[in-house]
């Protein structure tokens, strides 16, 4: 009874020391093959900056550490900045892009604006399939096949971004109708000026690919001009830039 005891207890010794050594080997191999880190990480940045025209986009964007504008709609002549030619393709747009990470010619490149960039993207999208327009495609493809091609570019100015170079959109705005099932009414608010049917996926995938999203708009008051207080002129016109989505350029409308 006794040997009995004692070949068992050596057997639970030799199960234990197993099962340590398995623990052991899992731990091992987690560490491997995972690294958690933690506290901020730096890294270049995603932002953009859309606003009405004439707002002053272009010369915010170009206060950012040493720019270099791929100008598409020839807008900045007047800023003494660095630019590159304005594209004439969209395959020339994206030839730029991968120049200027290529060839580390800057801390941030701007895309002046987004929606003229957009532009060439449906331009080269038509020409390859032989269409006059976007919509020409029938049952939605051409605007499936702008967004995956916009999801490409994303991608391609990401990494610029991970190549340590900050990459800043900016895009015109203009009032859209927005409506939430949980409302009670619809109001108009500000939103990117893509294209009038393209505008509902291309917009949130750039919102979202982004780090910060800025919003510029003049901010007026409304001042009485009778007794009566019942009509009222706009006043001021300071600029500001909203980094939060405030009442203030959502416009109510009852109904």
Excluded at 140 to 145: K, L, P, S
């Amino acid at each position: 009874i006794r040997d009995r005891y004692h070949h068992r207890g050596r057997q639970v010794d030799g199960q234990r020391k197993r099962r340590k050594h398995r623990n052991e080997n899992l731990e091992s191999r987690c560490i491997l093959m995972y690294e958690i880190t933690s506290g901020v990480v730096s890294s270049a940045q995603k932002v953009v900056i859309y606003g009405p025209e004439g707002i002053g986009k272009s010369t915010f964007a170009a206060q950012f550490p040493d720019p270099v504008f791929i100008d598409t709609e020839g807008s900045t002549k007047k800023l003494n900045i660095r630019r590159f030619p304005k594209p004439s393709s969209w395959e020339m747009l994206k030839n730029e892009v991968k120049e200027a990470m290529n060839g580390r010619l800057c801390k941030t490149l701007v895309i002046d604006t987004f929606d003229w960039a957009e532009q060439l993207c449906i331009e080269t999208i038509c020409s390859a399939y032989q269409k006059k327009g976007i919509e020409d495609f029938g049952y939605g493809n051409g605007y499936v096949y702008e967004k995956e091609e916009i999801g490409k570019f994303l991608n391609l100015l990401q990494e610029v971004v991970d190549s340590g170079i900050n990459v800043v959109l900016t895009a015109h705005a203009q009032m859209r109708k927005f409506e939430q099932p949980d409302e009670l009414g619809a109001y108009d608010r500000w939103e990117l000026k893509l294209g009038k049917k393209t505008s509902s996926q291309i917009s949130p995938l750039v919102k979202e690919w982004a780090d910060m999203v800025l919003f510029a708009n003049y901010k007026t008051y409304a001042v009485a001009v009778d007794k009566d207080g019942k009509k009222f002129k706009a006043q001021g016109g300071d600029r500001v830039m909203y980094t939060t989505h405030p009442v203030s350029y959502t416009h109510l409308r009852a109904h």
